[in-house]
């Protein structure tokens, strides 16, 4: 795996080797033998044109924890201002000769581009509404540790799924797995890209959706993405707490990816129950699933020659 742009991307060889390393460095508290690390004395550079808290502060920690020197770019204060395009300032960037450039991105396709125009490795930390592969393997990984399993485990999302890249990415990678998945919302917030299956069902029903769930998910609305008649849409139905939580199993999980907005599309309460809530073990998970992610993608770069060769085209 050189780049990690869709879940897609992950060989079926590596999938379970990312969740297990990233198990046992989170066992570990994130404490590596950095001097034997891929990336030890090798570079990451976090560009995130899109505001981000959690997954921002993991894929600098991460790097950090590797042993790697991390450079996180304050792209409002950067040439963009100036009028440089995405692509310009990626590859500027990989002149500086990164193993890896972490991009977080609201136009969708522009990371397909960056990725075939640098010779670093490129790693996807939110793309439009398409793609979040790292936070779906976080999320992966905080199922398996609760319930033993992803195989034969019911998810049901809740929320804006259609401006979702959380929501597509978990699509795609817990079926892949084994889960089944529901995705809940009004009708203009189910994706149109999303195709029901044996395995991913849709539902404008929350009872429906909710019954013999084993994880809940909520999604925040994603106002930014949303145009007018989107925007206009009441989601009050579509509420996770106590209440709607009772459709689900007795001993299902409540999860989101934050930024959570309490009272809107989750009870704070019941985010903060920490018998059911699995919300600070995502986070926590997320650091663990970013090292192990730059571990996999600097070792393709290591074989495959990148260190020695030009960054830039
Ligand atoms: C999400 C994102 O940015 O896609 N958060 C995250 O990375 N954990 C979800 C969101 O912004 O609502």
Redesign the pocket.
């Known amino acids: 795996m050189r780049h990690l742009l869709r879940v897609r991307d992950i060989p079926d060889a590596e999938l379970l080797w990312l969740l297990d390393r990233a198990d046992t460095l989170a066992k570990a508290h994130f404490i590596t033998d950095r001097a034997s690390s891929p990336l030890a004395g090798k570079t990451i550079i976090n560009l995130f044109f899109?505001p981000?808290t959690?997954?921002l502060a993991a894929f600098e920690l991460a790097g950090k924890k590797l042993g790697a020197d991390v450079l996180s770019l304050p792209v409002a204060t950067s040439s963009l201002q100036k009028g440089e395009s995405i692509l310009d300032t990626a590859r500027t960037l990989a002149a500086m000769r990164p193993a890896v450039l972490v991009i977080?991105q609201r136009e969708e396709g522009v990371l397909e581009k960056i990725a075939a125009a640098v010779s670093c490795s490129v790693v996807n930390?939110?793309e439009g509404r398409l793609e979040?592969p790292t936070?779906a393997l976080a999320d992966a990984l905080t199922i398996r540790r609760r319930k033993g399993t992803l195989a034969g485990v019911r998810v049901a999302i809740i929320g804006d799924i259609a401006h979702?890249?959380?929501a597509r990415s978990n699509v795609a990678l817990l079926t892949r797995l084994g889960a089944m998945v529901h995705l809940i919302a009004p009708e203009a917030l189910l994706p149109k890209d999303v195709q029901a299956t044996t395995a991913t069902r849709l539902f404008t029903n929350l009872k429906d959706g909710l019954t013999g769930a084993d994880v809940v998910m909520a999604?925040?609305v994603?106002r930014e993405r949303m145009d007018e008649y989107a925007l206009g849409q009441d989601i009050s139905n579509y509420h996770l707490d106590r209440q709607s939580l009772a459709f689900a199993k007795p001993d299902a999980i409540v999860m989101h990816?934050?930024?959570m907005n309490r009272g809107v599309e989750i009870d704070g309460a019941l985010a903060d129950d920490p018998v059911r809530s699995a919300i600070l073990e995502q986070v926590e998970l997320?650091v663990a699933v970013r090292m192990a992610c730059l571990e996999a993608v600097s070792k393709t770069g290591q074989k495959t020659g990148i260190d020695t060769a030009p960054t830039y085209c």
């Open positions: 899109e981000s959690r997954t977080r930390a939110g979040h936070q979702s890249r959380v999604l925040r994603q990816p934050g930024p997320g």
